[in-house]
């Protein structure tokens, strides 16, 4: 008989885990009350469900659907000519890799390293540079769904400038994980990138012989495979929506009107605002928020920008939201898109799990750039 295999973690990791669990349910029963904390927890995610989740889903089917009609009708690749002259000097990147801006602006941060497992592309790249490819793909993730959701509550100048903001903070997350990567190892700066044996060529060409489709039915097939692949991204969007933005919410917002907790959703202990009212002064100076509420959004995109879009409705309709908050939304939203949860697994799939550290770093330095620079551009565009 086998002995009984022990877990690898060690056993202080199950206390610590159990610890937070314990103290973050334990606090907010405290404040809210065992009954109506569950049942604000059911309700708000049920609510988030039904009213976002659904509403985002919306969304990266139609943009989903307008991406596959680009990619089919050459549009993608007259994008990727226009932009391939900006690569080297800003990006420091080889001229192809404009084509993974465009399709994770269209798509998500998984679509680069779909495009990196490629040979015909990662040809292009020195080792450091295509490392850096997580960095830069991130930073594009999901871009036309932010700005879209954004123009769809209302706002329609904040959000561009947030996306240039955004461009501003892929450059330096760009550049900075280049010089980290190089510090450590500078013979990658020679290295060509090497992708596994194992590697598909995954950029579809036409066969030759293949029976040309007339123009309506090229129009509808791509219409719904792209509309397909948003179901796709939508559905990936769910859990964390339900899950980050509901602890987030009840974090963020208070109590009832009549300062009770009645178990409705929206309700909270309203702990990030007050810890955050304390330094309010730099995050003013810095991303000119006007209330404590609105750190909660970059806090969740941290982890899901899916979830950090669920939080904006509710702030729209609390009063705490103007222009300057929607541009630096967009651009902190665009740039870190959820970068905690995909940098590790982006890095594995590429091979060099060892830097991720440094990639999350870099790129937490670029957001945080990325938002300077929405505000104060959006500060300078008031002054027109």
């Not at 954004?150 to 760009?174: C, D, E, N, R």
């Not at 178990?263 to 909270?268: D, L, N, P, V």
């Not at 870190?336 to 590790?344: C, Q």
């Amino acid at each position: 008989m086998k002995p009984i295999s022990k877990s690898r973690l060690p056993i202080h990791a199950g206390l610590v885990c159990l610890a937070i669990v314990v103290g973050l349910f334990g606090y907010m029963g405290f404040v809210m009350g065992a009954a109506q904390m569950l049942n604000t927890l059911m309700h708000t995610a049920h609510d988030l469900l039904l009213n976002t989740c659904f509403y985002l889903m919306a969304i990266c089917v139609l943009t989903g659907a307008v991406g596959k009609v680009f990619v089919e009708f050459g549009v993608v690749d007259l994008l990727e000519r226009l932009l391939r002259p900006l690569m080297r000097p800003l990006f420091n990147l080889p001229g192809v890799a404009s084509l993974g801006a465009v399709m994770t602006f269209l798509s998500d941060n998984p679509a680069i390293i779909t495009l990196s497992r490629d040979k015909r592309f990662s040809q292009y790249f020195k080792k450091y540079q295509f490392i850096s490819l997580t960095n830069f793909g991130t930073a594009f993730g999901m871009g036309l769904i932010v700005i879209i959701f954004m123009i769809g509550q209302g706002y329609f100048a904040a959000p561009l400038i947030g996306f240039g903001g955004a461009f501003v903070g892929s450059i330096i997350s760009t550049r900075l994980m280049q010089r980290f990567i190089l510090k450590d190892f500078p013979a990658y700066a020679t290295e060509v990138a090497e992708v596994s044996s194992r590697a598909q060529d995954t950029i579809v060409e036409k066969v030759a012989d293949e029976k040309p489709q007339s123009l309506f039915v090229r129009i509808l097939n791509a219409l719904l495979d792209g509309g397909r692949s948003g179901v796709d991204i939508g559905l990936a969007i769910i859990p964390g929506v339900l899950i980050i933005s509901t602890l987030v919410m009840m974090l963020t917002f208070g109590p009832s009107a009549d300062g009770t907790y009645t178990g409705a959703a929206y309700e909270g202990t309203q702990l990030l605002p007050d810890l955050v009212g304390k330094i309010d002064w730099l995050f003013n100076w810095l991303f000119g928020f006007t209330d404590p509420h609105q750190i909660a959004f970059p806090i969740t995109a941290l982890g899901a920008v899916g979830a950090a879009l669920s939080l904006v409705p509710g702030f729209i309709s609390s009063g705490w939201i103007d222009g300057n908050a929607i541009a630096v939304f967009t651009a902190i939203g665009m740039c870190w898109s959820g970068f905690l949860s995909t940098h590790t697994a982006m890095l594995d799939s590429l091979g060099y799990r060892e830097l991720t550290s440094k990639a999350i770093l870099a790129h937490t330095v670029g957001g945080l750039c990325a938002a300077f620079t929405a505000h104060w551009a959006y500060m300078l565009f008031q002054l027109f």
